[in-house]
């Protein structure tokens, strides 16, 4: 079962581009790397999943080097509304079950 | 429709009722899930579903019970639950066992609070 690390929190400006990084050392050979949005009081919401290398969609971007120990969530320009607990997910086949482990979280807060 | 719905939005329950959680989603996923999250922390798994057959028990306390009557809905049955069970429920679905690719589709939440 992958054990994920990201930082606790991060403080950001508006318009600036703020990485998130998450370590995820004995992440297993068919486990994706997920990453989430919560906003208080709400559930988790989908931002990107990638499995190596570089994956990109319309609001974010997913890096992982080549060991996949580590993956990096990069949000280009952040705004105020942006500011949410980001999470890490690290999961796959682990025999006959799939676990999904969320990371301990990051809290993102963006300041005008 | 991209929705998972649940209900009640909030439970306010004494620790000898009976209650229940519903989750509902129409988007053909055969995988549900259901996590709790306490204040500050993330989700942690207790359930999931495939195919309407219980998959994963993660060594959850039997005042807990799941029930999953069909592909659409999931429910989950309380009793006898402790204060420090009040927490934040959140139902997931997606179209298959995720954890490799696959996207998670999280509900709102149900606000529990066990007196």
């Known amino acids: 079962l992958a054990k994920t690390t990201q930082p606790i929190s991060m403080d950001s400006y508006e318009g600036q581009e703020v990485n998130i990084t998450c370590s995820h050392n004995?992440?297993?050979?068919?486990?994706?790397i997920t990453w989430y949005q919560q906003f208080p009081s709400q559930g988790p919401r989908f931002i990107i999943q990638g499995y190596k290398t570089k994956v990109t969609n319309e609001v974010a971007s997913l890096f992982i080097p080549a060991d996949r120990k580590s993956s990096t969530l990069s949000l280009p320009r952040v705004s105020l509304s942006d500011t949410a607990v980001y999470y890490c997910l690290v999961g796959g086949f682990s025999g006959s079950a799939r676990q999904l482990t969320f990371g301990s979280g990051t809290q993102l807060t963006v300041l005008p | 429709d991209t929705e998972v719905t649940q209900t009640p939005k909030h439970l306010v329950m004494g620790m000898t009722n009976k209650k229940s959680l519903k989750c509902e989603q129409h988007m053909g996923h055969r995988a549900m899930y259901w996590y709790k999250q306490k204040a500050k922390k993330p989700p942690e798994l207790m359930f999931v579903y495939s195919y309407e057959k219980l998959s994963i028990n993660e060594s959850v306390p039997s005042r807990f019970s799941p029930e999953c009557p069909n592909s659409s809905l999931l429910n989950l049955h309380l009793h006898a639950l402790q204060p420090e069970d009040s927490a934040l429920y959140l139902c997931?679905?997606?179209?298959?066992?995720?954890?490799?690719?696959?996207?998670?589709?999280f509900g709102e939440g149900s606000r529990l609070t066990v007196l």
């Open positions: 004995n992440i297993a050979t068919n486990d994706y």
């Open positions: 997931a679905s997606s179209q298959r066992l995720a954890g490799g690719d696959g996207e998670l589709f």
